[in-house]
């Protein structure tokens, strides 16, 4: 056999999951749908029966991993709350009360500094192409980097903050005085 076999690698996007059982096949399906889908929709691309994927996502519907929509037809579609609040969850478990403040005041850094560059509050507020134009060491690709880096590390910062109040809400800490 080839090296380049595909075999040893993963399977081809479109087929992610393949190899799964139907739940699984189901769920990560339901991870890449970005908009409302309708449980046959869903069961045409795990290849598996439509009442077999309305039961999955009823279930999925019930912890709150997907959203489900009464119309005709029902459709489902990914919950990111459900997720943002398990990372958070993850992270407040993961990591010390000291670790989680230490990484917020990082983050908090990085964002004084795209601030003090772009004399703006938030990526949103700079206009990219002037940015480019004003500077003689920033390319439009630059500019265009740095505000998406700056509103995932805003992004970032937001969810390390929630990590460090729910670690703070569990721990006692000590009373200065």
């Given at each position: 056999?080839?090296?380049?076999?595909?075999?040893?690698?993963?399977?081809?996007?479109?087929?992610?999951?393949?190899?799964?059982?139907?739940?699984?096949?189901?769920?990560?399906?339901?991870?890449?749908?970005?908009?409302?889908?309708?449980?046959?929709?869903?069961?045409?691309?795990?290849?598996?029966?439509?009442?077999?994927?309305?039961?999955?996502?009823?279930?999925?519907?019930?912890?709150?991993?997907?959203?489900?929509?009464?119309?005709?037809?029902?459709?489902?579609?990914?919950?990111?709350?459900?997720?943002q609040w398990r990372r958070i969850n993850q992270l407040a478990a993961e990591?010390?009360?000291?670790?989680?403040?230490?990484?917020?005041?990082?983050?908090?850094?990085?964002?004084?500094?795209?601030?003090?560059?772009?004399?703006?509050?938030?990526?949103?507020?700079?206009?990219?192409?002037?940015?480019?134009?004003?500077?003689?060491?920033?390319?439009?690709?630059?500019?265009?980097?740095?505000?998406?880096?700056?509103?995932?590390?805003?992004?970032?910062?937001?969810?390390?903050?929630?990590?460090?109040?729910?670690?703070?809400?569990?721990?006692?800490?000590?009373?200065?005085?």
């Open positions: 056999m080839d090296a380049t076999d595909a075999s040893d690698g993963p399977p081809p996007f479109e087929d992610a999951f393949r190899g799964d059982d139907v739940e699984q096949r189901i769920y990560g399906t339901v991870l890449q749908t970005r908009e409302p889908t309708t449980a046959g929709a869903i069961a045409d691309q795990v290849d598996c029966d439509p009442k077999t994927a309305r039961k999955y996502l009823g279930w999925f519907s019930d912890l709150g991993i997907v959203t489900r929509y009464d119309g005709t037809p029902v459709t489902y579609e990914r919950n990111d709350a459900y997720f990591h010390t009360l000291d670790t989680l403040r230490q990484r917020v005041r990082n983050l908090t850094d990085r964002i004084t500094a795209y601030e003090e560059t772009y004399d703006a509050e938030r990526p949103g507020a700079v206009d990219a192409v002037a940015a480019a134009e004003a500077s003689d060491e920033r390319t439009i690709d630059a500019v265009y980097g740095d505000l998406a880096d700056w509103a995932t590390v805003r992004e970032e910062r937001e969810r390390y903050e929630r990590a460090r109040q729910q670690r703070a809400d569990t721990e006692t800490e000590p009373v200065s005085g």
